[in-house]
Structures are given as C-alpha cells and as structure tokens.
C-alpha cells in the first residue's frame, strides 16, 4: 500500500492548510462525495506546477465511507486540560495540503479544490504557511531535529499494512514574551542551544523544557513522529501550523499531554508559556490504493 507521496515531499517554500466541515444542508451521500472530491488529489504523481498535495479525513467519516479502510485506533481531537493550560479541540471533516515552489500557484490550486467540494463542505479554517530561513521556527530555533531521517520517516509516518497515517493538524501562536528572552534563557525553555540545536547536557536540561516533555520514550525506546512543521502569519501575529504525522495516534496524543502537564508527574512544558494552541485536529491519511476507488474514472 502506497503512502500519500506529499507526506514527505521536502523542499517547498510556499503551504496552505485547508479544513472542511460538510455542509449541514447538504444531500444524502455528503460524506462519500467529500471523499470523492478530494480522493484524486493526492495520487503518486505530481502536478505539471510542481506541488504536493495531502488529503485526510475525521476519523468518523472515513470510516463511514471506507469501512473496509477504517483505523478503529484513532479518534477525533479532545481538549487536553493540564496545569492551568488547555490545549482546544477544533476537530473538522477533512483537511487538505497543498504545497508548492510558488504562492501564486498554491493560491490557484486551492481555490479551485475550494470551488470543487463547495457544494458539499465549507472552509473550516485556511493556514497559510512559509518556511523560514530554511529549517527554523519562528522561535528562531531549528525545527525537527528529532525528525527520523528521509529513510525511516516512512517506518515513523506510516502503518506498514495498509499504508495510512495519522495526522496531528495545530495552529500555534507565538507569544511577543518570547522575544523579551535573553538566546540562555531561550535555549533553557527549548533545551537546546539556538545556533546549532544540540541538546543540552542531562546534568543542565531543565525539566520543564520542551526537549524533556516531547522525547517520550516506551520501555528505552523513543516513541517518534514525522514533523512538517512551517511558520505562518506576519510581524504582529504568527507562530508555527504544526504538522505531524504517525503511524499510530498514541505518541502524538502521549506527546500532547506532557507538554500540557496532563500527566501524573504535572509538569508543563516551558515553551507553552510563549506559545499558545489556537486549534487541534486529528485527521486519517488514507494511502494512494485506498483513495484510488474514489477517483472517478475518466470518461465515467
């Protein structure tokens, strides 16, 4: 079973984030048209314009549409309560991704998906996201170090018998605080140095920082995820549109609750005291075969 090929298509500059909910008033059969609209979207080839393009859906409505395909495994986004912080649940109908070298042509090839499910779904919420300087947040740290590389991020990402994902959709707003903090004071909260991410020393990490909420490990060995995080917004108001993706939902969901000090031990990641979870989804990514018998057949 072939993975969506976008998941891991590296080296666009330009993103936009699209989540749906199915129209209320729309007719019987709403789910499976949704299904059908966005299912030949991300197939094994790229367009001719160079993007990539990611689809994903409730884990509900996929598994109304696609028994067969169902992850009974995965839920919808709860809201996570920890110590004195609440990560909001913003769970939508289906999510898209399109990526590509070009605003412009990211811009296009999203208003036409737009015009394509509007008479079954509205736009739930729109994200447009930028890489900055290359491999680094807008916390001015880099971003995915722990990132598995290019060959395991499949064995991370994907569930080997089916070829599916699990995908962890958040807008994050970084806080101005965060820019009154000395780069020692910085690098406490994240737990590594700013120039060059190497983790701090044991001896030094501090525990509340956000190197020692996210590693989480399972009998000594690290629960990993795939992150394709980028930045969005401007000056004023921006911060990080996190992308996630697992083969399973425990790690996201495990990695959630320690930064939110939603465990026994109470601790809350530091970084969350100058950034602030704005929305959280949780969204299947169905593999090419299995969205492939929804790809209506040409001259069908």
């Excluded at 995965?74 to 990526?99: K, L, N, R, Y």
């Excluded at 969350?272 to 989804?281: K, M």
Aim: aromatic share 8%; with cysteine.
């Amino acid at each position: 079973m072939q993975p969506q090929p976008g998941i891991f298509s590296l080296g666009n500059t330009e993103h936009c984030f699209i989540e749906l909910d199915r129209r209320p008033d729309a007719a019987a059969g709403a789910d499976a048209a949704l299904v059908i609209a966005l299912a030949s979207l991300a197939g094994p080839q790229t367009s001719a314009g160079g993007l990539s393009v990611v689809v994903g859906f409730r884990p509900e409505l996929w598994a109304s549409v696609a028994p067969e395909a169902a992850r009974a495994d995965v839920s919808p986004f709860e809201a996570i309560t920890g110590s004195g912080f609440e990560m909001p649940a913003t769970q939508h109908d289906a999510w898209f991704w399109i990526a590509g070298g070009q605003r412009d042509i990211v811009f296009d090839s999203a208003v036409r998906v737009i015009d394509r499910v509007s008479t079954v779904a509205t736009v739930a919420s729109e994200l447009q996201g930028w890489v900055y300087r290359h491999d680094r947040d807008l916390t001015g740290f880099i971003d995915g170090t722990e990132n598995p590389s290019m060959l395991e991020a499949q064995a991370v990402a994907v569930r080997p018998e089916d070829g599916s994902s699990v995908l962890l959709f958040q807008k994050w707003r970084h806080l101005p605080t965060w820019r009154s903090l000395s780069d020692h004071d910085q690098e406490q909260v994240i737990g590594r140095t700013k120039p060059d991410s190497i983790q701090l020393a044991d001896d030094v990490l501090p525990e509340t920082s956000h190197v020692a909420r996210t590693v989480v490990e399972n009998d000594g060995e690290e629960l990993a995820i795939y992150r394709r995080n980028v930045g969005y917004g401007g000056p004023t108001e921006h911060g990080t549109a996190f992308v996630g993706f697992c083969a399973t939902q425990h790690p996201l969901d495990i990695m959630l609750r320690r930064m939110a000090g939603a465990t026994e031990d109470g601790i809350r990641d530091a970084l969350t005291r100058y950034t602030t979870p704005l929305s959280g989804s949780y969204y299947v990514i169905p593999s090419v075969d299995a969205l492939a018998r929804f790809v209506p057949l040409e001259g069908g």
